[in-house]
């Protein structure tokens, strides 16, 4: 089946620093969606890529899509403490079924 | 209204206990799902439902039984329980098909089985 993987695990920054996650489908997808889960929260839909090779920013975060469609990236300018939270990618194969990746949780020091 | 409403928010639950976890939204979506996720662990799939029938069940125990009483409910109802089905229950709903596939969640039902 589908396995969508993702890394780093878990990231510690200082406030200010930036950060990447990284996510890898063992398959070809539809679409790719990013999620912000805060701790002790649910997970809230962020962005969802379509196309080869696009590219999309909300303010201080840049969403990349593979020109194949197996991998992605999220990366944040600059973090701030509202950033703290977990990261997740999830692998749409275009039958209602999303796959998460495994999460990157990110912690920043003020 | 862009919510997904779930009730209860908290539940502890006895192994001989029948109980259900209630799922509502009004965004006219016509895809419902059913997660589970454990504690620092991502959500994983257990049920969807789209155009109220059962599309997906990710071989789920029989002891989890989903139900999709009209377009704007789900349903989930729990009987004879392990402790080890301790965990956050998500509910989320989507378009179905189409450009747009993001999922809604509800803040979930956090579960606790004795």
């Known amino acids: 089946g589908q396995q969508v993987m993702q890394i780093p695990q878990y990231q510690h920054v200082q406030e200010g620093e930036d950060f990447t996650t990284y996510c890898n489908s063992s398959?070809?997808?539809?679409?790719i969606q990013w999620y912000k889960q805060r701790p002790g929260g649910h997970p809230v839909f962020l962005i969802q890529?379509?196309?080869?090779?696009e590219v999309k920013k909300q303010k201080r975060l840049t969403f990349q899509f593979g020109e194949a469609k197996k991998n992605s990236s999220l990366h944040i300018t600059a973090t701030q403490t509202t950033d703290v939270g977990t990261y997740f990618c999830?692998?749409?194969?275009?039958?209602?079924?999303?796959?998460f990746g495994g999460g990157t949780r990110l912690m920043v020091k003020p | 209204d862009t919510e997904v409403t779930q009730t209860p928010k908290h539940l502890v639950m006895g192994m001989t206990n029948k109980k259900s976890l209630k799922c509502e939204q009004h965004?006219?979506?016509?895809?419902m799902y059913w997660y589970k996720q454990k504690a620092k662990k991502p959500p994983e799939l257990m049920f969807v439902?789209?155009?109220?029938?059962?599309?997906i069940n990710e071989s789920v125990p029989s002891r989890f039984s989903p139900e999709c009483p009209n377009s704007s409910l789900l349903n989930l109802h729990l009987h004879a329980l392990q402790p080890e089905d301790s965990a956050l229950y998500l509910c989320?709903?989507?378009?179905?098909?189409?450009?747009?596939?993001?999922?809604?969640f509800g803040q979930g039902t956090r579960l606790t089985v004795v």
């Open positions: 989320a709903s989507s378009p179905p098909t189409g450009t747009n596939t993001e999922a809604f």
């Open positions: 890529l379509v196309k080869s090779g």
């Open positions: 439902y789209s155009y109220e029938k059962l599309s």
């Open positions: 999830a692998g749409d194969n275009a039958g209602n079924m999303l796959t």
């Open positions: 965004m006219g979506h016509r895809a």
């Open positions: 398959t070809t997808l539809s679409n």
